[in-house]
């Protein structure tokens, strides 16, 4: 045993620290993610209950733009990365820079993403979908892309919040819009409060409006912020050549994250083609699984916080241990909500709708659900720890292994050839998921060889 040995924390202080720190940072990222979806599964109860075929319109349209945010979201997702990074490193100037070169940045991918939007019906004609599906989707689509801008804004700033470990601020602004978000949907959905009844593009609209309204204030708030000297927010933070380094860690997320949602927006393109009860039941059961992801996915923020801390400081034992920790607190905590799925699916499908014919199609969606959640949720914090590390590319592979080779085509055949209907989809949605958090910690692992031990 070297002396360098000696120095080296016992493993069992090592995890209880990084399990405290991991839930220390990870709950209002958990919850702040988890509120971005709390307000979708708002929308989708509220226009569920105002109509089926309203509700077929906002859960296509919902599809896409879950895409297009997915891939904003992973665009950016090098803000978050390389703030970490230049905490770990002692280095705070840095971290105020990558927040000023990712805001252009986020504005630009932003815009594009709200003119891809304008496009929705034509979208949905080419992909075969019903002509009412196709223009009251495409209603909903335009509606949504007037806040993707808003959408990318309000991503890098709760990133970088999140890099300096302070994500209490984008928690209190989530929990506000949902509020927000919940009495314009009841108002502008029904025509309450005096407002115009729009229905599912009422929805849409109320979106819209709460995500700029979160975008600018948290810009605001990090602008403002006492200590913006020590993060050099104000500072120059050079031209477009100095964010290569945060844009090519964000090619890869975002490549890797509208591979894994555009292959979710097929599966809702299959479900539209077996009519508008199936793109409800399906858009009931994607909630559903989409809701705790998000909880999921605010736990592998905090884990790709924590590897990038780590790795940023050359502790390759506190790396390593930073990604297997966030693996297995994510997978005790999806496995607590799969029971409720599991033994209460008629009480939570009715949550969602009032149609008899919709509950009896959503019921033993609801039900399946339950096996689905621990491996996607377990998949989307092992890809983040990857990328915690600098492992970029590999990732983005592997999810299109398990997403476009498996889980498309799988789901299709279930669906169609075997007649599994929408069952049939959600059973090649678990099979990929199995497959894809399988590979990425078998990756993980290949990659942490030898270096707890040095």
């Known amino acids: 045993m070297t002396s360098l040995d000696l120095t080296v924390e016992p493993f069992a202080p090592r995890l209880r620290r990084h399990l405290r720190e991991l839930v220390r940072l990870a709950l209002p990222v958990m919850v702040a993610r988890a509120g971005q979806m709390t307000m979708v599964t708002a929308d989708t109860i509220v226009v569920g209950r105002y109509g089926a075929e309203d509700l077929a319109h906002l859960g296509l349209a919902g599809a896409i733009q879950g895409t297009l945010l997915a891939i904003m979201a992973g665009l950016l997702l090098g803000t978050v990365v390389k703030t970490a990074q230049a905490m770990g490193a002692g280095q705070a100037q840095e971290a105020g820079a990558v927040w000023r070169r990712s805001i252009p940045y986020a504005l630009l991918i932003g815009l594009l993403a709200g003119l891809f939007c304008l496009a929705g019906e034509p979208f949905f004609r080419l992909t075969g979908q019903s002509e009412p599906l196709a223009v009251g989707g495409g209603r909903v689509m335009t509606i949504y892309g007037f806040g993707m801008a808003g959408a990318a804004l309000l991503f890098t700033s709760t990133f970088f919040l999140e890099g300096i470990k302070r994500p209490l601020p984008g928690m209190v602004a989530i929990l506000l819009a949902n509020l927000a978000n919940l009495g314009l949907n009841w108002g502008l959905v029904f025509g309450r409060f005096g407002l115009p009844e729009l229905g599912a593009e009422g929805s849409a609209l109320a979106t819209t409006l709460v995500r700029w309204a979160m975008a600018l204030g948290l810009m605001a708030y990090v602008w403002r912020l006492r200590d913006h000297e020590r993060f050099g927010i104000r500072r120059p933070a050079g031209g477009w050549a100095a964010g290569g380094e945060q844009r ?3 090619y890869a997320a975002g490549l890797s994250s509208g591979l894994e949602a555009s292959a979710f927006s097929a599966l809702a393109l299959f479900a539209g083609w077996l009519g508008a009860l199936g793109v409800g039941a399906f858009t009931v059961g994607l909630n559903l699984i989409a809701l705790p992801f998000m909880a999921a996915l605010g736990l592998a923020s905090a884990t790709a916080v924590r590897v990038g801390t780590a790795h940023g400081a050359g502790n390759r034992a506190d790396t ?3 990604g297997w920790s966030g693996l297995g607190l994510t997978s005790l905590l999806l496995s607590g909500v799969a029971l409720l799925f599991w033994f209460l699916p008629d009480g939570i499908a009715r949550l969602f709708a009032s149609d008899p014919a919709l509950v009896a199609v959503a019921v033993p969606v609801v039900a399946f659900s339950a096996l689905i959640l621990v491996a996607d949720g377990g998949q989307v914090v092992m890809a983040q720890a990857l990328r ?12 299109f292994i398990s997403y476009y080779a498996i889980m498309m085509p799988l789901g299709w ?10 069952m049939g989809l959600f059973e090649g949605i678990f099979i990929a998921s199995i497959v894809s958090v399988s590979i990425l910690s078998v990756r993980f692992w290949w990659l942490s060889r030898g270096e707890a031990g040095r």
């Open 248 to 250: 090519r860690l964000g």
């Open 320 to 322: 390593v241990l930073a």
């Open 388 to 399: 915690g590390r600098n492992d970029a590319w590999m990732p983005t592979a592997l999810h």
């Open 413 to 422: 055949v279930l669906a169609f050839p075997l007649q599994r209907g929408v």
